[in-house]
């Protein structure tokens, strides 16, 4: 991994939202996408059905979910002692893996992200959760990068509504005040990557172009965290009424 920015911590406690350049080497993407391209052709059929999101087509895969029980290689990297190092100050404490996932943005079909804050999923109280989010392919402007809204996630968890996304069920009750031009657009090389908390706003937009937008995350709690009673009955509703699969 890079060294990161030694002011990485203001930074994400200021803004809920960092890039850190070559997080994995251009050899580990190319690991990872060879073994999301094998893992989807020879196992993805004989998970359960929660182990992916398909988009409108019902075939082409839209996320990828719970890797960390499906997948060896990569729940590897929920393990790696120099990522858990780095983001343990982020989460005020010792990290706990709580998912590994795609979104893998397919090229023409790939959909889009409601605006949404992570917590309204996740449902942790402290919200000293986050994710990081590694570019296996690069993110452009046209094919579907995540807008952040800086600050936010010092918001709590806003009003939400169930989205009728399937892949995300739950999405903000009004989208964000702040103009998409004043948003904070993650245009990454691969292997770069967004760390962001989860109260930070942020969303993105349909894949029209030819080149897949494959994201991998990595999603740490700190072990002090719980379960939120309130927040998880509102995300139950709304998975209830949209499931992942
Ligand atoms: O990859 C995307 O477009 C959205 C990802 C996302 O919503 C997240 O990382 O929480």
Known sequence: MNTPNPSLLQDYERDGVVVIRQFLTADEVSAVRAELDRYIRDDLASKPADAATREADGKTVRNLWRLEKHNAMLRAFGEREDIRALIAPLVRGKPVLMGIETFNKPARIGSGVPYHQDNAYFCQTPPDVLTVWIAINEVTRANGPIFFVKGSQNLGVLPTKPSGVRG??????????????????????????????????????PNTTEHSRIGLLLVFRGDHTQTDPALHATYTVAATAMPPA
Do not use: K, R, W
Request: hydrophobic fraction near 35%; charge should be negative.
């Open 168 to 205: 995300n069920s739950i999405g903000m009750a009004e989208a964000s005040q702040v103009p998409l031009n004043e948003q904070f657009c993650g245009l990454l090389a691969p292997g770069d990557a967004t760390i962001h908390h989860c109260n930070t706003i942020h969303h993105s937009a």
